[in-house]
């Protein structure tokens, strides 16, 4: 696996990890259709699904790695996300989208997360 | 504080308007958002802003960002909103505290290394500023001079963005910072008439004109010194008191033509286009900057068009609303400017395509209807608001060999100014000052000539030999020299000469 890709899971893991720990439930990892994929898909205790993009960055040298949604992402996002609560017989059932930016801090080998609830 | 507020000023003509820079940053996806009618060059600013912020190692908000300039309604452009965009969004991340920009107005360009660079117009958006009440304003340091010259407000200039911040956050000021006064008020250079060799009938013709504001035409062939004494004509005209020279500031400022002054000059502005000029540079226009003409930028000072027939129609013509009203009024998409435009006009003009038809008109090969047709070019109306017309013959040799010079201008412009003083003081509290303004019905009743001169005038009035216009023309003349000759009102020999004046070209058209 590429140093980029084992990156990118990396930081999903971490997210998903923190979204357990605040009592959500991971139901879907890399969902993917033909027109993209979703990072992460979870429910929380109060029954909202939550769908997750997940940018990871080893700096903030070349931006800020949420400044990578653009309106473009931001739109396939929500439709993705659509997608899956029809697939999943869930199209009426709350829902929210939310971005993780994820800095993978490599000298002291830790991530720090910036996390943005409801977003798009 | 996820949301701050900072003042600015939008200029309209020489009118300033407070314009708030308002910042939200919210939480959400990175992103920039400017709202309230930017023009091109401020939709530019957003990645101008950013750049300066991050290279002056402070902090840029990766979150939702929304900038508003309010009233949303107005149109705004320029960069001048940079400094004010930067630090609305510092103050809305609580970089810097909020008490640090009250009552304070920010006006600069921002470079993308933080550095901060003049704007155009800083001295009319500070004139209204102080008008609205504010007491500081943070300019570029290039600016500072300009800035300086509003009285009562406290001029902070700094070159960085950095340098900036340290004031605001309740540092030290540098030596170089901080207020400006005292700002020098300079005479300002011009040539002086004594270069000029002989020409009495143009100099007494110069002068008239000076005291009373009157129009003038210059006719002669080329190189007998028409241009020479039109640039003269400043130096004999009274100094601008501070308060016409800050208008005059005004309007070169924002028409950029003030960046990097170290003075306030009180010489009355001298311009001189190039017959090729069009309308709209002759009275000012633009899309969305609308930029004051010539005739604006010669206010309180003259305007001469050297070779007048050769302009393209319409461009002289379109000085005629500025003569009449003093104001140049330019109307287009985005709205309605006034700027002001009273300036003397000096046409100077050949008299025939060759130019050699004067004296006995040995020289010139133009054919009579080429003659007749060349000064024609100056349209009707334009010719009618020239009160004085001077024909400039080539010196004699005697006026050439004169080796002491002709009179310099600092003993004509005391007559000048001894003159205007008269005017003025006969004319208090009626709402004019130059004898140019007198209106038709005043100078019937109240200003008329000694009687023997009105009958003189009547008598040609009834000949048709001049208009009802031309007969006010030379009485406002008549006036001017009146003033000159310290008479109490125009005798028989002043009307004479404002006569002659009006009248010398009759053999040219």
């Known amino acids: 696996m590429s140093y ?3 990156l990118g899971q990396r930081g999903e893991e971490f997210v998903a990890q923190h979204l357990e720990s605040t009592g959500c439930e991971i139901l879907d990892r890399n969902w993917r259709v033909r027109e993209g994929e979703l990072d992460l898909v979870a429910q929380t205790n109060q029954g909202v699904f939550l769908f997750v993009e997940v940018k990871t960055r080893t700096s903030r040298k070349y931006g ?17 996300a659509l997608a899956w609560l029809m697939t999943h017989n869930a199209w009426d059932e709350p829902f929210r989208i939310d971005c993780a930016g994820v800095i993978f801090d490599t000298t002291e080998q830790k991530f720090v997360l910036d996390y943005r609830v409801g977003v798009l | 504080m996820a949301i701050a507020s900072v003042a600015a000023i939008s200029l309209f003509g020489l009118a300033g308007e407070v314009v708030q820079v308002e910042a939200d940053i919210s939480d959400g996806i990175p992103s920039y958002i400017l709202l309230g009618l930017p023009d091109a060059a401020l939709s530019e600013s957003k990645d101008r802003v950013r750049s300066a912020i991050v290279n002056s190692a402070e902090p840029w908000p990766n979150r939702r960002v929304t900038v508003a ?45 933080g550095e901060l660079r003049p704007v155009r117009g ?89 005291v009373g504001g009157h129009h003038l035409l210059f006719i002669g062939p080329p190189g007998t010194g028409k241009t020479m004494l039109a640039e003269r004509i400043p130096s004999i005209l009274p100094p601008l008191d501070r308060e016409g ?21 009180t ?47 319409g461009v002289l013509d379109a000085l005629r609303q500025p003569l009449e009203s003093g104001a140049v009024s330019i109307s287009r998409a985005i709205g309605n400017v006034t700027y002001p435009a009273e300036f003397l006009l000096i046409l100077a003009a050949n008299p025939c395509p060759c130019g050699r038809y004067s004296g006995r008109g040995r020289g010139c090969t133009c054919s009579a209807l080429q003659i007749r047709r060349y000064l024609q070019r100056l349209s009707g109306p334009i010719l009618d608001r020239i009160d004085i017309r001077v024909v400039v013959e080539t010196p004699s040799r005697i006026e050439m060999a004169h080796t002491g010079g002709g009179e310099p201008s ?61 007969f006010h023309k030379i009485l406002r003349v008549a006036w001017s020299i009146a003033d000159l000759a310290e008479h109490e009102r125009p005798n028989l020999d002043d009307v004479e000469l404002a006569l002659q004046f009006r009248q010398s070209l009759g053999e040219f058209v």
Not at chain 2, 73 to 81: A, D, H, R, V, Y
Not at chain 2, 169 to 198: C, E
Not at chain 2, 413 to 418: E, Q, S
């Open chain 1, 4 to 6: 980029r890709k084992e």
């Open chain 1, 64 to 80: 800020d790695p949420l400044e990578a949604i653009d309106a473009k992402k931001a739109q396939r996002l929500q439709k993705l």
């Open chain 2, 69 to 113: 300039l309010s009233p949303a309604w107005l149109p705004k452009s320029g960069s001048g909103f940079d400094l004010p965009i930067a630090i609305s969004l510092l103050l809305a991340q609580g970089a810097i505290s909020e008490s640090s920009t009250h009552q304070s107005i920010f006006l600069a360009e921002l470079g993308l290394n």
């Open chain 2, 122 to 210: 800083i001295l009319p958006a500070l004139l209204a500023a102080k008008r609205m009440g504010y007491t500081k304003a943070y300019v570029a340091r290039a600016n500072r001079i300009e800035a300086g010259l509003v009285e009562g407000v406290e001029v902070i200039h700094a070159a960085h963005l950095k340098e900036l911040l340290v004031v605001l956050r309740g540092g030290v000021l540098d030596t170089q910072m901080g207020q400006v006064t005292g700002v020098p008020v300079v005479a300002g250079r011009s040539a002086d008439l004594s270069d000029v060799a002989g020409q009495p009938q143009a100099r007494r013709a110069m002068e008239i004109a000076a």
């Open chain 2, 245 to 265: 020279a800050l208008e005059v500031a005004a309007i070169a400022s924002i028409a950029g033509k003030f960046l990097g002054a170290t003075e306030l000059p």
């Open chain 2, 267 to 313: 010489l009355p502005p001298f311009l001189a286009p190039h017959h090729s000029a069009t309308a709209v540079a002759m009275v000012g226009g633009g899309s969305h900057f609308i930029k004051p003409g010539l005739c604006s930028l010669a206010h309180r000072g003259v305007l001469f068009i050297d070779e007048a027939p050769e302009c393209s129609s």
């Open chain 2, 410 to 470: 600092e003993s004509v412009r005391t007559r000048v100014v001894a003159a205007r003083e008269r005017a003025t003081v006969r004319f208090q509290g009626m709402g004019w000052k130059l004898n140019s303004k007198i209106p038709p019905r005043e100078l019937r009743q109240r200003f008329t000539a000694e009687k023997s001169a009105m009958n003189l005038l009547h008598q040609r009035l009834e000949k048709e030999e001049i208009s009802a216009r031309g």
